[in-house]
């Protein structure tokens, strides 16, 4: 599924732009600079999963086309890894198959591992009576770092963002006023957490200006627009396992809409004087109350 209030475009084929500029730095691009590129990363997905699907595929120079093909390989194996509990996404023998292929072959940014030996343990020592101790072992699994899962969303986003605002005369797009403010990323479990909840109310009738479900649903991307601000809201979901949101635009604008944003229930396990240890519980979502991606507006109260 693919819509825009700005174009008709077909739902199982490449749409192509034949831009001169790079969709991610702006720069002219020449023949020797000029690189093709897949917006939705062909590895970054499940194996096949874009045969006959729609993707978005640009012209971008060499040096962004090689920064965000380094961004996809370790968040690809990372965000197709099962839970800690060894649940996948989906049932998907392709997507099984395809996380144990990744996590053999692909380096995690965070440890400097193979994704297979980046599950990370924390031991824990809490007191509980003179002498007496408790010890909690608690294991996870291959972690994202958040810079580089933040920097592969804003990539992504600004080339959606070009398309909508390109111009087939003048082969180029535009590139959003004020700045980047992602919010949070979550695992799949945790996409009822109180921020995706409250991003979510806050924008749902927002007016879509940008819609994209594909890979079989393995790669999902939607920007709203404020009814009246210089200020835009997006989502984006990678394999079905991991959702960013945030905002682009003008920062006042950012901070009067999520100013009332409750705070994430955060809890202290152990404190002393130098040390603590603290958690969160994760919150998943039903699917009836999952609204992000949904084109039309709903009537959500705020």
């Known amino acids: 599924m693919l819509n825009t209030k700005l174009k008709e475009l077909p739902s ?3 749409v192509i732009l034949e831009n001169e500029t790079c969709v991610y730095c702006g720069v002219q691009l020449t023949n020797e600079t000029e690189s093709k590129e897949h917006v939705i990363g062909r590895r970054f997905v499940p194996k096949g999963k874009l045969s006959g699907q ?3 595929i640009v012209k971008a120079c060499k040096e962004c086309n090689r920064k965000k093909s380094d961004l996809e390989n370790d968040l690809s194996a990372i965000t197709m890894q099962a839970d800690a509990w060894g649940r996948y996404a989906v049932e998907d023998k392709i997507l099984m198959d395809e996380a144990l292929r990744k996590a053999q072959k692909s380096i995690s940014r965070r440890t400097r591992k193979l994704i297979k030996d980046s599950s990370e343990t924390l031991k824990i020592k809490v007191p509980f009576a003179p002498e007496v101790e408790f010890n909690f072992d608690l294991t996870s699994p291959p972690q994202a770092e958040s810079e580089r899962v933040f920097e592969l969303a804003r990539l992504q986003l600004m080339a959606f963002f070009y398309f909508v605002t390109y111009n087939r005369q003048t082969k180029r797009g535009g590139f959003w006023l004020g700045g980047y403010f992602p919010l949070l990323e979550a695992a799949r479990s945790d996409w009822g957490n109180s921020t995706h909840i409250s991003f979510m109310k806050a924008v749902v009738n927002w007016e879509p200006r940008f819609l994209g479900i594909g890979a079989e649903g393995f790669f999902k991307v939607i920007i709203r627009r404020h ?9 984006i979901e990678w394999n079905q396992n991991y959702r960013i949101v945030g905002f682009f635009g003008e920062e006042k604008s950012v901070r009067e809409v999520t100013n009332d944003f409750p705070a994430l229930d955060v ?3 152990a404190q002393n004087a130098n040390n603590f240890i603290k958690y969160r519980d994760e919150k998943a979502i039903s699917e009836e ?3 992000i991606f949904r084109w039309e507006t709903v009537g959500v109260k705020q």
């Open 267 to 269: 809890k202290t396990l």
């Open 54 to 56: 729609w993707n978005l």
């Open 12 to 14: 199982n084929s490449p």
């Open 227 to 235: 009814p009246s601000e210089v200020c835009w809201s997006w989502g």
């Open 289 to 291: 109350n999952d609204l």
